[in-house]
Every structure is written in structure tokens, then in C-alpha cells.
């Protein structure tokens, strides 16, 4: 079974800086592209970022320069390294992939999530 597990999320104040890491765990043979995702209250989940396997990154317009995303094939994780934080960042962030596995070939996995509380 593949399970994606995200941590680092918390209450910050505006102006500072979170680091989320997401770890993936299972019989996995490989993963493609993985990303973050966000929901605030009473909207939709959008994208924030993502990174191919080989590195290409891709942000949405509201965190360029101050996002950051990052991974390490070799432990299966991705990072998002979020500065200059403000309110309008608070969100439950989710973590996602797309992982070849064991029993279910090629199949979208996501996070249970982590709150992000930008708030003075």
C-alpha cells in the first residue's frame, strides 16, 4: 500500500517561513511528477507547485519568488520551502504524486494534509 505522509505545517506569522516536507511510503517502483496543493476555507484546492523527476518546477502566480519547491528521488520526498508567508497563504496544504506501484500500476496519490496558519 502507498501512502503519502506530509509534516511541518503550523502557525507562523506574516513575513515568515515554513519548510513542509512529504514523505512517500510502500512498494513503490517509481514516482513522476509531485506537487502541493492548497484549500482554504470555502474555496477550491489549487495548485501551489510541482517538479518533474527530472527537476522542472512549476509555481502558481500568487507564490512565485517566495515558494520553493524541491525533492529527493533517492527518499522518495518533496519539500516546499514557503518565505514571506501572508494570511492569504493559510490553507490545509496537501501533498501529491503520481507513483508506480506493486498492486495498482500507475494511480494519483494524495496526502492527508497539513494545516498552514499565517496569522499575527
Known amino acids: 500500500q502507498v501512502q503519502l505522509a506530509e509534516s511541518g505545517g503550523g502557525l507562523v506569522q506574516p513575513g515568515g517561513s515554513l519548510r513542509l516536507s512529504c514523505a512517500a511510503s510502500g512498494s513503490i517502483f517509481s514516482i513522476n511528477a509531485m506537487g502541493w496543493y492548497r484549500q482554504a476555507p470555502g474555496k477550491q484546492r489549487e495548485l501551489v507547485a510541482s517538479?518533474?523527476?527530472?527537476?522542472?518546477?512549476n509555481y502558481a502566480d500568487s507564490v512565485k519568488g517566495r515558494f520553493t519547491i524541491s525533492r529527493d528521488n533517492a527518499k522518495n520526498t518533496v519539500y516546499l520551502q514557503m518565505g514571506s508567508l501572508k494570511p492569504e497563504d493559510t490553507a490545509v496544504y496537501y501533498c501529491?504524486?503520481?507513483?508506480?506501484?506493486?498492486?495498482?500500476?500507475?494511480?494519483?496519490?494524495w496526502g492527508r494534509g497539513t494545516q498552514v496558519t499565517v496569522s499575527s
Open positions: 501529491n504524486a503520481g507513483i508506480l506501484s506493486r498492486s495498482f500500476g500507475w494511480s494519483d496519490y
Open positions: 517538479i518533474t523527476t527530472g527537476g522542472t518546477t
